[in-house]
């Protein structure tokens, strides 16, 4: 089991920067892919970027590719997201999320087991 609890984020205007942080807790952490994603105003929510358990691969959507960084600390049990250059259509609720333990990374939610309440970035332009 994995609990999860984001924070991190605001408003802030086109051009500037945000850094989200998720607090990850339970024994089955430190194997899972952890991933963020996001949710606009009445659209699905999607894959915005992973960092794999096995080797620390990093992966990105190409919307965020080059302005987004996502980084993993294990002594401190969380996953951040650092977000650059951030434009308007950044705006969505961003969620932290976990696969269950040593499964192949995936960009799908329905792939996703445990979730973070969600926590609102809006830009402004």
């Known amino acids: 089991q994995v609990q999860l609890v984001e924070s991190g984020g605001g408003l802030v205007q086109a051009g500037g920067s945000l850094r989200l942080s998720c607090a990850a807790s339970g024994r089955t952490f430190r194997s899972s892919n952890m991933g963020w994603f996001r949710q606009a105003p009445g659209k699905e929510r999607e894959f915005v970027a992973a960092?794999?358990?096995?080797?620390?691969?990093?992966y990105y959507a190409d919307s965020v590719k080059g302005r987004f960084t996502v980084s993993r600390d294990i002594a401190k049990n969380t996953v951040d997201l650092q977000m650059n250059t951030l434009k308007p259509e950044d705006t969505a609720v961003y969620y932290c999320?976990?696969?269950?333990?040593?499964?192949?990374?995936?960009?799908?939610?329905?792939?996703?087991?445990?979730w973070g309440q969600g926590t609102q970035v809006t830009v402004s332009s």
């Open positions: 999320a976990a696969q269950k333990s040593f499964r192949d990374y995936s960009r799908a939610v329905s792939d996703y087991a445990y």
């Open positions: 960092f794999t358990y096995n080797g620390g691969g990093t």
